[in-house]
């Protein structure tokens, strides 16, 4: 799994090895955990040459600790990033990224089926609280390039999206961005950096929530930004360090952890995925399913020539509405638990219908184009026959 000549080892090779690192901790297969606060010099002469370059060496915590750093490097190898940073969750990589290209009065788009906070944190408060422009467009790049105002610094792209799976042009967006002197930045959670590569796309700035497949067994929350090594050291001279959302040393230990086993992971999500999206589609109490590994996805050409691979989040959408056959579809799974996040090893089972119906009657969402009988599975590690079983006998409860 080579990326390009210049990569003297496979990506999953370089994940699995600390060869450097065992060499000056006696040989531990697993490189020691930095889990302290600060670190001390022996001498104002030390102390004093460490703050002539406060980003690279070890002082603090919430600057530089050796063990989020050994992260950050592998996560920038697999990227193809000159340089990473972590932090304590998503949302605060995402919110360090956006407020690095606010400026006073600037104006951002952003596309409409990005992730829910982060739509909040453009609309409800960049926008409603601090009064920046935020325009909400569909993913086309006509449409976002006749959104370009003079004022505008940033276009904020998830692809695929983690809800509807819609997909962006991602180079062609990249090059629009570049050609009119704008930012451009990618969620790229869902595909994860080893099926998609914005970086080599012409994208300037990537995010990943880790809490999803980089961390891969639901135990931990954390996010990560990737790009140029001049974005990201301004990133972590200010918003990073003004912020504080430092990840932990502990979390980038368990991160190291499953980064060891991600290409594996991911050929097992993707092929059991493909397995339970064509069983759904099959079946007769299913309406549609939305995964861009299926030739009926409309984007599914796009999805080829971008990615390299599918992961193993999908929607679908049960021909029934009645609610109380739905509920016990969901209640009758015995596999899939109920919950939200996704990309661990078990299989989850998420009704978007419990947030609309806090707000909206069905009568109101419908028309919005979404149904009672919206589904969102995360496809795990299970064995794919015992999941399929599981559905089925499910699917069962609906008339
Ligand atoms: C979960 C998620 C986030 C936020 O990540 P946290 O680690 O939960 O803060 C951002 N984007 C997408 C697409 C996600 O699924």
Known sequence: ???????????????????????ETFGAVVPPIYQNSLFTFASWQAIDSAFDDKINNAIYTRGHNPTVVQAEQKLAQLAGADKAKLFGSGMAAIAAGI?????????IICVRN??????????????????????????EVDEIAAAIRPNTTLIYLESPSSGVFGLQDIAAIAA?????????MIDNTWATPVYQKPLAMGVDLEVHSCSKYLGGH???VSGVLMGSARIIDAI????????????????????????????????????????LAKYLESHPKVASVSYPGLESHPQHALARQQMRGFTGLMAFRLASTDLDAIKGFVNGLKLFRIGVSWGGHESLI???AISYLKEMTPAQFEPMGLSLGDMRISVGLEDSEDLIADLEQALAYLA
């Open 1 to 23: 799994m080579k990326d390009s000549a210049t990569d003297p080892l496979g990506l999953a090779t370089a994940l699995c090895h600390d060869d450097a690192i065992a060499s």
């Open 99 to 107: 407020l690095h290209f606010v400026r006073p009065g600037c104006h």
């Open 114 to 139: 990005a992730y829910g906070p982060s739509v909040r944190l453009l609309d409800d408060y960049l926008n409603s609280r601090i009064g920046l422009e935020v325009s909400f467009v569909g993913g």
């Open 176 to 184: 629009l961005a570049k050609a009119r002197g704008l930012a451009s």
């Open 218 to 220: 639901s135990d931990i």
């Open 236 to 275: 972590i001279a200010n918003e990073f360090e003004l912020l504080g959302a430092k990840m932990a040393p502990m979390e980038a230990w368990f991160l190291l952890r499953s980064l060891r086993t991600l290409p594996l992971r991911l050929e097992r999500h993707q092929a059991s995925a493909l397995k």
């Open 350 to 352: 998420f009704a978007p």
